[in-house]
Nanobody, 115 residues
Framework: QVQLVESGGGLVQPGGSLRLSCAASGIIFSSYAMAWYRQAPGKERELIAGITGSGRTNYADSVKGRFTISRDNAKNTVYLVMNSLKPEDTAVYYC?????????WGQGTQVTVSS
């Protein structure tokens, strides 16, 4: 059974930082590209960062320079470090594992940026 479990969300003030984690089980983690998406109220889910099995990364323009995605294949975990957070970063953040026709989602973790 495949499971992706996100953690690390919460309430943070503007300008603050958070680190999200997504622990995977039930898959050969190193074979999967991993990605972080987010969905704000009333908006579509959007891709914000991705990382291949070999570590190549890509980012949405809205988070480039502020967010960093990384992975630890030994721990089957992908991370998202979020710096200089803005109120518009408020959303539910989801991780996704992707390989060919297979893809899996986590349950999401809420991030709220507010003073």
């Amino acid at each position: 059974q495949v499971q992706l479990v996100e953690s690390g969300g919460g309430l943070v003030q503007p300008g603050g930082s958070l680190r999200l984690s997504c622990a995977a089980s039930g898959i050969i983690f190193s074979s999967y590209a991993m990605a972080w998406y987010r969905q704000a109220p009333g908006k579509e889910r959007e891709l914000i960062a991705g990382i291949t099995g070999s570590g190549r990364t890509n980012y949405a323009d809205s988070v480039k320079g502020r967010f960093t995605i990384s992975r630890d294949n030994a721990k089957n975990t992908v991370y998202l470090v979020m710096n200089s957070l803005k109120p518009e970063d408020t959303a539910v953040y989801y991780c996704r594992a992707e390989m060919a026709l297979y893809n899996y989602w986590g349950q999401g973790t809420q991030v709220t940026v507010s003073s």
